[in-house]
T-cell receptor, first 112, second 112 residues
């Protein structure tokens, strides 16, 4: 079956530090890949996505590249802000299905 | 409406009680999804509707869980004879075909 594995948190960084949150996946086909963010007290929001190998998704300074050879979709940001503090979820959607499979989430805490 | 609305926001149920959770999707969104998010975990798929048709209910954990969307808009997730392991946040999401999801803020169910 499909699965998504994320690095465990919390990840604690100082403002302006470089961020990497690792995500690897297992899927039977060629999935689309997503990063969602959940701010305290709010619903999940789509952060970025990539639909095929070597695609790079980007939004709000965050980037992730779909690496088929390593089955990975690591999230990066060059300079984090306190406002980036949230829980980040990696997810996939397999071809022919509408449901998403999520990782367990990684909490990011950015300190001023 | 502007977003996906879920009610109630919080629900405390005694073990064995039946509960009903409501989801108002974005107007015109054809697809509707329910997910269950246990504490510290990522959301797990429960069921999916396209208009009023329930096309995938493979994630429902037992026959105590039942979902409906009789007119293709509002959906209700019903849990009969609640048990402590049902305690979780229940998330609803809606989308247009081939578009990304919009999640609601969820209903936090606590079974005591």
């Amino acid at each position: 079956g499909n699965s998504v594995t994320q690095m465990e948190g919390p990840v604690t960084l100082s403002e302006e530090a470089f961020l990497t949150i690792n995500c690897t996946y297992t899927a039977t086909g060629y999935p689309s890949l997503f990063w969602y963010v959940q701010y305290p007290g709010e619903g999940l929001q789509l952060l970025l996505k990539a639909t095929k190998a070597d695609d790079k998704g980007s939004n709000k300074g965050f980037e992730a590249t779909y690496r088929k050879e390593t089955t990975s979709f690591h999230l990066e940001k060059g300079s984090v802000q306190v406002s980036d503090s949230a829980v980040y979820f990696c997810a996939l959607r397999d071809m022919g299905r509408r449901a998403l499979t999520f990782g367990s989430g990684t909490r990011l805490q950015v300190q001023p | 409406g502007a977003g996906v609305s879920q009610s109630p926001r919080y629900k405390v149920a005694k073990r064995g009680q039946d509960v009903a959770l409501r989801c108002d999707p974005i107007s015109g969104h054809v697809s509707l999804f329910w997910y269950q998010q246990a504490l510290g975990q990522g959301p797990e798929f429960l069921t999916y509707f396209q208009n009023e048709a329930q096309l995938d209910k493979s994630g429902l954990p037992s026959d105590r869980f039942f979902a409906e969307r009789p007119e293709g808009s509002v959906s209700t997730l019903k849990i009969q004879r609640t048990q402590q392991e049902d305690s979780a946040v229940y998330l609803c999401a809606s989308s247009l075909e081939q578009a990304g999801y919009t999640f609601g803020s969820g209903t936090r169910l606590t079974v005591v």
